[in-house]
């Protein structure tokens, strides 16, 4: 049957996606009792929160703390901690660990007033800990597809794409190991841009070539109604390929792909060089929105800085989610606690848009960065994932700068319900926050090593 699970490992949220066979359309695990995402269904927070008085709680089981209380300490970004280099530094440009470390209970001290010490954090045992209940929380919707628990069928993981990744893999293989999984033998760790750009394309179609034991591409893609838009635009300009651009703005990275499709030869390998460029590419940049929050975070006066770290501290997801939506997407007020409003003033909101102006203009400068690093000098159609590209401020920039640049960009693909307006296209609901689970399940990984 050839049933495969992928996760999705995100920074703010984890995905699971399934392919219950070799000819099967990979879907997202859901359950309507996921309510962190109001479309899917399927995103679980990535979070762990520990209780002094009765221990470890993790993804959505910690949403039922309504709010902060005595002895809880809740973990927030802890993604980036797999990421750290052999000094104990992070990657460049990677923030730390939550924006507010967690603090200890003031109790046992020797000392009036001494502070207490700094809380040792087990990220290994955290990871084990989220990942055993992650694969117990979807085990029914598994076994309801498949007759079999998620521990029975190979899995692979997601992780960016900073270049060696060997230190990260491991990390996360032994812990995904101990948590329960089995992993796949082939293809067992993906960059998320590439799984993200397989996902986007084929919107999970699968299909084997009927000649030869390769995924049949062409058929693959001629089932997405996507590529076949794009397919009637670029070829109505005269065009005989595609390209296609994938930028993906999560919690953690921005991630960018490029493909290049031979519109005459859709079974072709998709990692062929095409007029003289690499037919697929892939990178991760270390930005994100949590470094967004930060930087938020250092404009406000102190008690509304304080207000924030709180929020992003509490065990409530939908409200950092609204949040975001509100002051990011919106940049309109949004009440964080009794009395204290963020964007409250003229002047706030001036400087909070001025935030995510220069983050948006960062976005767009790394997009340029990736397509001239490897020479490309057309993008037919870009496809926007990942929660920051909700940010109207990111999209409206990243499409100005392109056509700056000249890469004479025909459509712009956004997520369902966001504001489809000419350039902008909207993707199908699963693509811009499922579609790198849905791409890792593909056929495609199962032989990509031999193209």
């Known amino acids: 049957m050839n049933e495969m699970l992928c996760i999705d490992f995100g920074n703010s949220f984890t995905k699971?996606?399934?392919?219950?066979?070799?000819?099967?359309?990979?879907?997202?695990?859901?359950?309507?009792?996921?309510?962190?995402d109001d479309i899917l269904y399927a995103c679980v927070p990535t979070v762990a929160a520990h209780l002094d008085s009765d221990g470890w709680y993790f993804g959505l089981d910690v949403e039922k703390f309504q709010d902060q209380i005595e002895g809880l300490t809740v973990y927030r970004n802890w993604k980036p901690e797999f990421f750290k280099t052999a000094n104990n530094q992070l990657l460049p440009g990677i923030s730390g660990l939550a924006q507010q470390q967690p603090q200890l209970k003031k109790r046992g001290r020797t000392k009036k007033n001494a502070a207490p010490p700094a809380p040792t954090i087990d990220f290994h045992a955290i990871g084990i800990g989220y990942f055993r209940w992650l694969r117990e929380f979807w085990d029914g919707a598994c076994i309801k597809a498949t007759g079999k628990p998620c521990s029975a069928l190979p899995v692979r993981v997601t992780l960016p794409s900073f270049g060696a990744q060997s230190g990260a893999e491991l990390k996360l293989k032994n812990i995904l190991t101990e948590a329960g999984w089995k992993f796949d033998d082939v293809f067992p760790v993906l960059p998320e841009p590439l799984a993200n750009v397989i996902g986007a394309?084929?919107?999970?179609?699968?299909?084997?070539?009927?000649?030869?034991?390769?995924?049949?591409y062409g058929q693959m893609f001629r089932e997405t109604g996507l590529f076949h838009r794009m397919r009637q635009a670029v070829m109505a300009n005269g065009n005989k390929v595609a390209w296609t651009l994938i930028v993906d703005v999560g919690g953690f990275?921005?991630?960018?792909?490029?493909?290049?499709?031979?519109?005459?030869?859709?079974?072709?390998?998709?990692?062929?060089?095409?007029?003289?460029?690499?037919?697929?590419?892939?990178?991760?940049?270390?930005?994100?929105?949590?470094?967004?929050?930060?930087?938020?975070?250092?404009?406000?006066?102190?008690?509304?800085?304080?207000?924030?770290?709180?929020?992003?501290?509490?065990?409530?997801?939908?409200?950092?989610?609204?949040?975001?939506?509100?002051?990011?997407?919106?940049?309109?007020?949004?009440?964080?606690?009794?009395?204290?409003?963020?964007?409250?003033?003229?002047?706030?909101?001036?400087?909070?848009?001025?935030?995510?102006?220069?983050?948006?203009?960062?976005?767009?400068?790394?997009?340029?960065?990736?397509l001239s690093h490897y020479n490309y000098d057309r993008v037919d159609d870009v496809?926007?994932?990942?929660?920051?590209?909700?940010?109207?401020?990111?999209?409206?920039?990243?499409?100005?700068?392109?056509?700056?640049?000249?890469?004479?960009?025909?459509?712009?693909?956004?997520?369902?319900?966001?504001?489809?307006?000419?350039?902008?296209?909207?993707?199908?609901?699963?693509?811009p926050r499922g579609g790198t689970a849905i791409g890792g399940t593909s056929l495609y990984f199962d032989y990509a090593l031999d193209n």
């Open 201 to 216: 394309l084929s919107n999970g179609a699968n299909h084997r070539h009927p000649k030869v034991q390769q995924a049949d």
């Open 253 to 370: 990275t921005t991630d960018f792909a490029m493909l290049g499709i031979d519109l005459t030869e859709l079974s072709a390998e998709l990692m062929a060089e095409i007029d003289g460029k690499p037919g697929l590419k892939h990178h991760s940049n270390a930005l994100g929105i949590a470094d967004l929050d930060r930087r938020v975070q250092d404009v406000l006066p102190a008690a509304k800085r304080l207000a924030f770290t709180e929020l992003i501290a509490k065990p409530g997801t939908r409200r950092l989610e609204g949040f975001h939506e509100t002051v990011y997407g919106r940049t309109t007020r949004q009440v964080v606690k009794r009395g204290i409003v963020i964007g409250e003033t003229e002047s706030e909101r001036t400087a909070i848009r001025e935030v995510i102006a220069k983050f948006a203009g960062e976005v767009a400068e790394r997009t340029e960065e990736f």
């Open 383 to 431: 496809i926007l994932t990942g929660g920051g590209t909700m940010i109207s401020e990111v999209r409206d920039t990243l499409m100005t700068r392109l056509k700056y640049y000249g890469y004479g960009v025909a459509h712009c693909h956004i997520p369902t319900g966001e504001d489809a307006k000419p350039p902008f296209r909207r993707l199908s609901k699963e693509l």
């Open 16 to 36: 699971v996606a399934i392919r219950k066979g070799s000819e099967c359309q990979s879907r997202l695990l859901a359950d309507v009792g996921v309510q962190t």
